[in-house]
Structures are given as C-alpha cells and as structure tokens.
C-alpha cells in the first residue's frame, strides 16, 4: 500500500520560511509527477506544486516565485520550500500524485500557519 508521510510544518510569522518533506514508501513515486496541495479551513484541497520525474515544475500563481518542489528519487522522498511566507499560505499541506492524486493515500499532512 502506498503511505505518504509530510513533515516539516510549523508557526512561523509573515515573511518566514520552512521546508517541507514528503516520504514516500513505494518506488513508483520516482516515476511519477508529484505534487503539494494545501487545504485551508473551509476552502477546498488545491494543487499548489508539481515535480515531474525528470525535475520539470510547475506552480500556481499564488506561489510563483516563493515556492520551490524539488525532488530526490534515491529517497523517494519529494520537498517544498516555502519562503516570504504570507498568512494566506495557512493550510495544511498534503503530498500526493499530480494532477491525478490517490484519494486512497492521502497522509495526515503538515500544518502550516503564517500569523504575526
């Protein structure tokens, strides 16, 4: 079964940064585009980042240009730096396939909360 593990989520204030991981426990993930989402309270689960296999990107507008997906196949494991953090960035932060996720492999996620 394929398990995903974020981490790296934290309080940090307005301009911040924090790295985000994701561990993934099986080898199909070093073939696969992954991606971040974030979901905010009562707002639905966006697509906020995505990393093909061989390194090519690609972000919403919202991030561009604070946000970087990076990946290292060796450790199946996928990141997401997240600098000048703005309070509009809190959700909590998910990994999974993109843009196709497996809604059966969601993990808990990662809390991020940008606030003064």
């Known amino acids: 079964q394929v398990q995903l593990v974020e981490s790296g989520g934290g309080v940090v204030q307005p301009g911040g940064s924090l790295r985000l991981s994701c561990a993934a426990t099986?080898?199909?993930?070093?073939?696969?585009?992954m991606g971040w989402y974030r979901q905010a309270p009562g707002k639905q689960r966006e697509l906020v980042a995505s990393?093909?296999?061989?390194?090519?990107?690609n972000y919403a507008d919202p991030v561009k240009g604070r946000f970087t997906i990076s990946r290292d196949n060796a450790k199946n494991t996928v990141y997401l730096q997240l600098n000048n953090l703005k309070p509009e960035d809190t959700a909590v932060y998910y990994c999974?396939?993109?843009?196709?996720?497996?809604?059966?492999?969601w993990g808990q996620g990662t809390q991020v909360t940008v606030s003064s």
């Open positions: 999974n396939k993109a843009p196709n996720p497996l809604t059966a492999s």
């Open positions: 099986r080898l199909i993930f070093r073939l696969a585009t």
């Open positions: 990393i093909t296999s061989t390194g090519s990107t």
